[in-house]
């Protein structure tokens, strides 16, 4: 594939940027059954076509149930968003066929969403402000999944055959439209990042989904068109779907936007298509031609009442929103008291509300930052696997609290979260049952350096010649001969003491 380079296609084009999100809330059942729902921490580990309910699968008879938990997460989530909350809306049949979809409709909101037209902030990291324009925050329900076997990718193209999972049909889900964004030049693949981050944080915040990307429970669709520099008519647009992680949104639109501009400044067309990313190679591939609304004969949905939320529930819902995530963070960043490129390191690593949690339980921000940017984001990307998910906040600051105590130095902390990480216990029961702790008894690290000294005669005769850089190398060895387990800096002391006497 022909790609142009990013500035020349920018000035070449104006690319116009839609990002739609796809939100799993975590609901203890299912839309609209009573079945349990996969977003819930509850049933994560449910074996596959066991959280079934008729309705799931469309049998003959079944008739679906709204989920109120499910409908009150959504009018937060559109308050959030800053979107008015339609006093009636409605759910329609949105028909197609695929095998991961029981009964041949999805079960959505058309005409008539419960949230619409709001705006919510996204900060860029250069700290630059864009505020994006929010269309329309509908309700519906998931389709199931499928897994294709027998490939080397996973993917359907090369696979043997393909398994459905029907256990997320009807998980309910919010999908966020945007209207289409405008002016965001080369800015754009990093705003569609940085918005998807912030749709990330908003419904953490809410406490509505986990928000994990890698499980699924956010999934972005990235819309982008270009057209010619001074032109008004919008280009073609092609929709790259179900992108799951932020670095492969921005990725994501870097790659059409070049794509795109290849196909233009070579005379050709851009086919309106929905195309697949593929995260190994960095490109996206043709899906399908796509779909306009009039081709899913979306018509009201006859088995369910219009949704009328009062007045008084979405006062009582708008009155407990918590902190805009982007106010928040100004906040923190001046309670932290962290420079431009320190907060950063935190909000680009997804990172907020674990260093707040490890300040919050003791540790200084500082340390806090150390270690989720350092050590741990280290392992957490060696493993393939969210930071959070690895060791909790209160461990951390555990850890960093026996390093204040003199029990750690920095580099026996690193074996203790190791032992955390694998699951050995607590940091106290790592340090016990490992045997870590610092050796504090003076007359062991006396024992050692001389020791060490008799090894190496000349090293005293240096330090006490005003040589003090020669205890380098005593502290090295009593640091082996000590497992590691030695606070340097007072081998050093008792170095320059011995040297006095």
């Known amino acids: 594939m022909n790609l142009m380079d990013f500035d020349e296609a920018l000035e070449k084009f104006e690319p116009v940027i839609g990002l739609e999100v796809h939100v799993e809330l975590n609901t203890k059942t299912k839309m609209f059954s009573a079945a349990g729902n996969p977003a819930n921490a509850e049933f994560h580990d449910a074996a596959p076509n066991t959280l079934l309910a008729p309705v799931d699968l469309g049998l003959p008879g079944s008739m679906p149930v709204v989920n109120r938990q499910a409908v009150r997460n959504s009018i937060s989530l559109g308050l959030a968003l800053g979107c008015s909350i339609a006093p009636s809306s409605r759910f329609a049949r949105k028909n197609y066929f695929y095998p991961d979809l029981g009964k041949n409709y999805q079960i959505s909101q058309h005409h008539e969403p419960i949230a619409f037209e709001g705006s919510v902030e996204v900060e860029l990291s250069d700290g630059t402000i864009v505020t994006v324009p929010i269309e329309r925050a509908h309700m519906e329900e998931d389709a199931g999944k499928l897994t294709h076997v027998g490939g080397s990718t996973g993917r359907i193209q090369g696979a043997s055959s393909s398994l459905v999972d029907y256990n ?33 944080d908003i419904v953490r915040a809410l406490g509505i989904s986990e928000g994990r990307m890698e499980r699924g429970n956010v999934r972005c669709d990235a819309n982008v068109s270009l057209r010619p520099r001074g032109a008004t008519k919008l280009g073609t647009r092609t929709e790259t779907k179900n ?251 008792l170095i320059l003491e011995r040297a006095q006497q």
């Open 168 to 200: 997320r049909a009807g998980v309910p889900l919010v999908e966020i439209v945007t209207h289409p964004i405008f002016g965001a030049e080369a800015n754009a693949p990093e705003l569609a990042k940085a918005y998807v981050a912030t749709i990330r």
């Open 243 to 493: 992108v799951n992680s932020m670095r492969s949104v921005e990725r994501a639109v870097r790659y059409e936007i070049r794509r795109q501009a290849a196909i233009l400044d070579a005379g050709g067309t851009i086919t309106q298509e929905t195309r697949h990313w593929h995260e190994d190679t960095g490109e996206t591939s043709p899906g399908r031609p796509k779909s306009d609304a009039d081709d899913y004969r979306y018509f009201p949905e006859p088995d369910l009442l219009p949704v009328a939320p009062s007045e008084e529930l979405i006062e009582e819902l708008r009155a407990a929103l918590p902190e805009a995530p982007a106010t928040k963070r100004r906040r923190l960043k001046a309670e932290w008291g962290f420079t431009d490129l320190e907060f950063q390191d935190v909000a680009n690593g997804g990172l907020t509300d674990e260093v707040e949690q490890t300040i919050l339980a003791g540790a200084s921000p500082a340390s806090a930052r150390k270690w989720w940017t350092g050590e741990i984001t280290r392992v957490a990307n060696s493993a393939g696997r969210e930071p959070g998910e690895l060791v909790s906040p209160a461990d951390v600051a555990a850890v960093q609290g026996l390093i204040d105590a003199g029990t750690l130095t920095d580099k026996l902390a690193r074996q203790v979260l190791e032992g955390v990480i694998a699951g050995e216990g607590t940091p106290e029961e790592v340090v016990d049952a490992r045997g870590l702790a610092v050796v504090s008894d003076d007359g062991a690290l006396v024992a050692a350096i001389d020791e060490a000294l008799t090894a190496q005669p000349d090293v005293l005769e240096k330090i006490k010649g005003g040589k003090v850089q020669a205890a380098g190398a005593i502290i090295g060895a009593v640091m082996k001969a000590m497992k590691g387990q030695a606070d340097a800096a007072r081998v050093r002391e």
